[in-house]
């Protein structure tokens, strides 16, 4: 069985939903429209042609992926989400094509499906998932290679047929607009000539324009709802304030914060569980503990930075400040994650606990946004990186944090804190840390500043 390590930006379940869940409402809001168009045969032929150069090019991701597979010999946890992922998306988007586009599905059926290059390929994908080979294979590898340009090609072939049905649909329609066009010239003379008519060509006209006007709003109010989406999903994924700026086309500069506390969790023996479990036990796993995080999350003023695999990092005092606050609500949530964690078990692996490891640092930050097809909102600084070190020196069970994140806590009090000792941390040398053990009561603090902000609110 392979072993999955930390998978970097996103997770699977992540990508498969995203596609999926959000692919099927914009699909469901297409086909609508298609009902009510005079000229759905054309629109779905261009669905399907669309759908075809997607899962080509997924198909063409996959072919170089799998030759990496028999050139290395197998894959570690990284190269096989990547894997699936191309793998899942391609043939996701052909099924898609195949929906639209009849002849595409008969065209495969004579061309590929069934045949030998299929069952080949089928077997070398069995081979790639199981993750099954002893050392690289080139021979193998070139056999997938010729395979997939076989299958690819294939799709090419459908692609260009494709584009003919197009082009011949986009011709009749030309010439049925022009049909149209000499029609209503036509009538315009004849209604000049005979007066009443005209008038009757009149109210014909006006109602049509009113049963226009009723679908173009209706369609409107459809487009609004899948723009609210889109933004909802937007600012899932960053600050509400920077995504906003991103939807105006306005420059996101970074911005320096002078006292937030980081948070790094990781979970003990994830590899171990990992390597005992199937790759779907796995995603189920993590959406379980996902969900149980962004729950607790949401009774706090924090902002989830990122997720990497089972490690979770999360940030106090910013996008918006909260003074003073940072450190006792960063304290809060890591005490009420460590014991909520402490009480799951994995599902599939009975008796098998989960036990994580947290740290815990307060300081100045730097956030600004990276990237443009794909931003992400990241953290810079020293106080991120000691962060990360207050992690993978911690215990089990145990919440690590630096002597500023202490100061912060017994300022505000309410907790046992006990001092660790001197810890050799990568980069800075030696350290005197602390645990933060329990709290000694509900922080009154944490819960008066939300008293307050309620109360101003409401004020």
Not at 92 to 107: A, G, H
């Amino acid at each position: 069985m392979v072993l999955l390590n930390k998978v970097p930006n996103v997770t699977v379940p992540e990508v498969i939903k995203f596609y999926s869940d959000d692919n099927n409402v914009i699909l469901k809001w297409v086909g609508q429209f298609i009902q009510h168009s005079k000229s759905g045969d054309l629109w779905k032929t261009l669905i399907g042609y669309y759908m075809l150069i997607l899962s080509k090019e997924q198909a063409g991701a996959e072919r170089a992926l799998g030759s990496t597979f028999y050139a290395l010999g197998g894959y570690n946890n990284q190269q096989m989400l990547a894997y699936l992922e191309r793998k899942i998306l391609g043939m996701s988007y052909l099924e898609r094509c195949t929906e639209f586009s009849s002849s595409i599905k008969l065209y495969l059926s004579n061309t590929f499906l069934g045949k030998p290059t299929d069952l080949y390929l089928t077997r070398m994908r069995e081979e790639i998932l199981r993750n099954s080979i002893n050392g690289s294979d080139v021979t193998m590898g070139s056999m997938w290679f010729k395979n997939m340009t076989v299958y690819i090609n294939i799709l090419k072939a459908a692609q260009d047929s494709l584009a003919t049905d197009v082009v011949q649909g986009l011709q009749r329609e030309v010439t049925s607009l022009n049909s149209a066009l000499v029609e209503s010239v036509s009538v315009m003379i004849v209604a000049l000539i005979l007066f009443p008519l005209v008038i009757i060509a009149v109210y014909r006209l006006t109602h049509r324009i009113q049963a226009y006007a009723q679908t173009l709003q209706e369609r409107t109010r459809d487009l609004d709802v899948e723009r609210k989406r889109s933004e909802t999903l937007l600012f899932e994924l960053l600050p509400v304030s920077v995504a906003q700026k991103l939807l105006n086309h306005e420059d996101v500069p970074p911005v320096s914060y002078s006292a937030v506390t980081i948070f790094f969790s990781d979970i003990v023996g994830f590899t171990n569980i990992c390597s005992r479990s199937t790759p779907m036990q796995v995603i189920d796993m993590l959406n379980l503990l996902y969900r149980m995080f962004d729950d607790i999350l949401d009774i706090y003023d924090v902002y989830k930075v990122e997720t990497i695999g089972d490690a979770y990092m999360v940030a106090s005092g910013l996008p918006q400040e909260n003074k003073e606050r940072h450190a006792t609500e960063m304290a809060e949530m890591a005490l009420d994650l460590r014991d909520n964690l402490s009480q799951m078990t994995v599902q599939h692996l009975p008796g098998e606990s989960l036990r994580m490891r947290i740290g815990l640092n307060s300081g100045p930050v730097v956030a600004g946004v990276v990237g443009h097809k794909m931003p992400r909102y990241c953290l810079f600084g020293d106080t991120v990186n000691v962060a990360s070190r207050m992690e993978s020196t911690s215990l089990p069970l145990k919440i690590q944090i630096t002597d500023r994140t202490r100061r912060e806590l017994e300022r505000r009090g309410g907790y046992v804190i006990t001092e660790r000792g001197k810890v050799e941390i990568k980069g800075k040398g030696e350290m005197v840390t602390y645990w933060l053990d329990q709290r000694l009561q509900v922080s009154d603090h944490v819960m008066s500043d939300h008293e307050g902000e309620e109360d101003e609110a409401g004020a």
